[in-house]
């Protein structure tokens, strides 16, 4: 199936697909101390940011490529893990928006053939609403996240992103910070070490192996998410920029470069689920637009501060 076919939401959906009420609204935190201890501090400057390549999606507003300049920041070499989720929520007692919601988005290859039925995304049905789903437990009832502390936390929205920077007196990064970021260094180029996907059969990060949605080849090593620091860093010594999960940024989505419609939040690198054959979006020049309050298995963020 094509990514124009799935409406889409083949990379990640939106909750508004779900259909369900927002729930009443949560507590707000201060920003706290913002230690930048374990982050990396980059300088900033002007770099070419997006994409004119015509394989890429028109309607996501990659391009056009143009100049930007970036203050100095701070940004997190990897992205928030499960562990360091779990002291956020075990000291504020923080319910992410999956688990007011009471259910989030699972990718059906990763349920056991047993699995009750769920409701499916329309037009990407490998996409699930889960009951009982949310970062705790990645697939739902029975599953947990006890073996994968060092992997990304999912199932967490923008806000539960945002309300996790506050407490951590830090920020999402904007999407010029991130995709800075992402090049490591490099000008013009589709992936963080440069234009080939797999230089020397190498590969460099987690993405669908195989033919999606049906049959994957673990050739990279992994089925759903991998630890945070799996496959080697970027030339900014950050890890996982593309592949992996989606990462949370700060900006308003639209297909306009410099606009925001007000309704979607910007998320940036792609996934585990990302394949050619239907959704090239994990390069470092890719993004899409979900609502803030969409969670799903595939999307996390990662942290950045301002550098005085």
Known sequence: MSERSAGGRCCAP??????????????????GPGDVSGLVRLEG???????????????????????????????????????EFAVFADATGYRTDAERFGW????????????????AVANAPWWRQVEGADWRR???????????????????????????????????PTEAEWEYAARGGLEG???????????GGEHRMNVWQGSFPHSNTLADGWLGTCPVTAFAPNGHGLYNMTGNVWEWCRDRFDSAPHAGDGARRSSRGGS??????YCRRYRVSARQGLTPDSSMGNAGFRCARDAG
């Open 45 to 83: 400057g002007a770099f070419l940011m997006g994409c004119d390549d015509a394989r890429s999606y028109p309607g996501d507003g990659e391009g056009p490529v143009r100049r930007v300049e970036v203050d100095p920041f701070w940004i997190g070499p990897t992205t928030v893990t499960n562990a």
């Open 138 to 172: 990645p697939e739902g009832p029975g599953s947990s996240t006890a073996d994968r502390a060092d992997h990304p936390v999912v199932h967490v929205s923008w806000d539960d992103a945002r309300a996790y920077c506050d407490w951590a007196g830090l920020r999402l």
């Open 272 to 277: 585990y689920l990302c394949h050619e054959s």
């Open 189 to 199: 180029r589709a992936y963080p070490w440069g234009d080939e996907l797999e230089p």
């Open 104 to 119: 989030s988005f699972v990718f059906g290859g990763l349920l056991p053939d047993d699995f009750p039925p769920t409701r």
């Open 14 to 31: 939106s909750r508004e697909a779900g259909g369900a009420a927002r729930p009443a609204a949560r507590p707000a935190f201060e920003r």
